[in-house]
Nanobody, 123 residues
């Protein structure tokens, strides 16, 4: 059973940067499809970025050019570098894992493993 733990959230000013980390309990990073999602209260969870085991990445249009997803398979850590943050980026951010390729990476229902989330507030 894979456990995922996010960290790195916090409060930041508009235009600032944060780097989120997601540590996996077993060898997951670099082997699974990994995704970053975010959720605002009373709204559906939104796919932010996905990364394949080979390092290929995908992004939501709203974060392209500002966010970068990466992985360190040796350390078993997934990252989300967030630059030029906007108030609309304020949300609870989750990492998620699933086996196989990252087709339909934005579909949260395809991910069986989730972290507990880390809050990002931009003001």
């Amino acid at each position: 059973h894979v456990q995922l733990v996010e960290s790195g959230g916090g409060s930041v000013q508009v235009g600032g940067s944060l780097r989120l980390s997601c540590v996996a309990s077993v060898d997951t990073i670099g082997r699974y499809c990994m995704g970053w999602f975010r959720q605002i209260p009373d709204k559906e969870r939104e796919g932010v970025a996905g990364i394949e085991s080979d390092g290929s990445t995908s992004y939501a249009d709203s974060v392209k050019g500002r966010f970068t997803v990466s992985q360190d398979s040796a350390k078993n850590i997934l990252y989300l570098q967030m630059n030029s943050l906007k108030p609309e980026d304020t949300a609870l951010y989750y990492c998620a894992a699933r086996g196989g390729a990252c087709w339909a990476w934005k579909d949260e229902n395809l991910y069986p493993q989730w972290g507990q989330g880390t809050q990002v507030t931009v003001s």
